[in-house]
């Protein structure tokens, strides 16, 4: 089963709940459960395994075309096709020029080039790598290049890498709600809402849940600091008839745990339970699946 960790915003909450479950459900499930960083912007679970040891390390690169100029006769067919805008081409110039932080290596122009005078060269998206944290079969990390703009496509890549013994993978999701957290959820048999009951997170509570009912993705809701702002979002869920997973208290001890990267050390007795609690909820939900 693939449940992704999601939160329209950050500073909700989302990583620490992603972490969190993926310790208790190892504990209740050992050596079935993964967690993989789908945040290759800013990865950052790993900051919270110490002991974490790197396993597995493997570059990744996207496929970028490259215009033959000699054989290139301008007629602008690669570009007419390419969805992204990436290519320009000037036939009075006897220019033609693939602009590489806009393609996304579909492929597709060269396709449509009748004259062979599209090659393709491996430019660096990021790296991949695996590390054995000492709980269910470890986290992977994506980490995209500095500059790129093609998180989606590394996102995808490090999808790929989950193990095919597992039997629950956990996808911490990037903030928000564009492309790289509609690739992260997009095969996702449900989804955590993370969100915190302020009106900046029922603002963007609103706009991920929007954003999954188009997808048709079951999802449940569980708020985070608990006992701060108002009910607003209590009332949005009763009137939308969403479901509530839980509500996890706010914790001065455990937000400098936090701040400290500690999140599995000392866990405060009733936010293990609030986990725990959890846990039981999704349970049904697993077996289902």
């Known amino acids: 089963m693939k449940i992704a960790i999601a939160s329209g915003k950050g500073g909700t909450g989302k990583t620490t709940v992603a972490i969190n479950l993926y310790h208790s459900l190892s504990k209740k499930f050992k050596n079935q459960v993964q967690l993989i960083d789908c945040d290759v912007e800013e990865p950052n679970d790993l900051l919270f395994f110490s002991a974490a040891e790197k396993s597995k390390q493997k570059p990744v690169f996207s496929l970028v075309p490259k215009i033959d100029t000699d054989k290139c006769t301008f007629c602008k067919k690669c570009a007419d096709w390419c969805e992204f805008n990436a290519i320009t081409v000037v036939k009075n110039l006897k220019f033609a020029e693939v602009n590489p932080d806009l393609c996304h290596s579909c492929g597709v122009c060269s396709i449509a080039c009748n004259f062979s005078s599209i090659t393709e060269y491996q430019k660096p998206l990021g790296e991949i790598t695996h590390f054995n944290t000492g709980f269910g079969l470890g986290l992977v990390e994506g980490r995209l290049e500095i500059g790129s703009a093609m998180q989606t ?59 999954l009912n188009d997808l048709k993705i079951p999802f449940g809701v569980l708020v985070n600091k608990a006992g701060l702002g108002n009910n ?54 697993i077996v289902v699946k």
């Open 153 to 211: 496509s590394l996102i995808k890549e490090v999808k790929k890498e989950a193990s095919k013994q597992a039997e629950f993978v956990l996808f911490d999701a990037p903030p928000g709600t564009s492309c790289p957290v509609v690739e992260t959820v997009a095969d996702a048999d449900y989804v955590i809402l993370v969100t915190e009951p302020t009106p900046f997170g029922l603002n963007d509570l609103e706009i991920t849940v929007e954003l």
């Open 232 to 285: 607003a979002i209590y009332d949005f869920l009763k009137q939308k008839n969403i479901e509530l997973l839980g509500n996890i208290p706010f914790s001065k001890k455990y937000a400098e745990n936090y701040s400290k990267g500690e999140l599995l050390n000392n866990i405060p007795a009733e936010i293990e339970a609030y986990y725990s609690q959890i846990v039981e909820s999704l349970k049904s939900k």
